[in-house]
């Protein structure tokens, strides 16, 4: 019981746009009264970027065909020890792949970063923005590189 509610609510952040999650979860810190801390922008990257690595490791688990656990339990295995040794090891490209492209979505995101960051914090991507307000320099350029080859390609050397 529960467990599509859950499942949806996991996935509920990924349906919401980032513009209104982010000013959504700010009006929630000050509601609370909470200051903006990096403990808060760390937090809510995080519930950004795991619908994606839970709907990435479910689809790896509906692969994972359950005889090969069967077979190491009717061995002699634990539960535990067959989860380590044959369960883990199949479902590792998928968290690998999970957490570069929730490496790449929270490292892409500047408008919820705007909302979040505490006084004094800058990201890669908010820093970008106010340098671009002041002027192009190449300090943009090279930043800008760095970004594309990073969010581009740790997926290509992934796959």
Do not use: C
């Not at 634990?78 to 968290?95: D, G, K, M, N, Q």
Request: aromatic fraction near 6%.
């Amino acid at each position: 019981p529960g467990k599509q509610t859950l499942s949806t609510l996991v996935i509920l952040p990924a349906l919401v746009p980032e513009t209104i999650l982010g000013v959504g979860l700010l009006v929630l810190i000050k509601a609370v009264d909470q200051p903006r801390t990096l403990l808060l922008l760390v937090l809510g990257h995080i519930l950004l970027a795991v619908p994606y690595v839970v709907l990435i490791a479910q689809a790896r688990m509906v692969g994972i065909r359950r005889v090969y656990e069967e077979a190491a339990l009717s061995l002699g295995a634990s539960r535990f020890s067959s989860f380590r040794e044959i369960t883990l090891p199949l479902l590792v490209p998928a968290v690998v792949a999970g957490a570069m492209l929730a490496f790449t979505i929270s490292f892409d995101n500047t408008s919820a970063s705007l909302f979040w960051r505490p006084a004094g914090a800058e990201t890669m991507p908010t820093q970008i923005l106010s340098m671009l307000k002041i002027s192009i320099s190449p300090e943009i350029n090279a930043l800008g590189t760095v970004m594309i080859l990073v969010t581009v390609g740790l997926p290509l050397l992934g796959g």
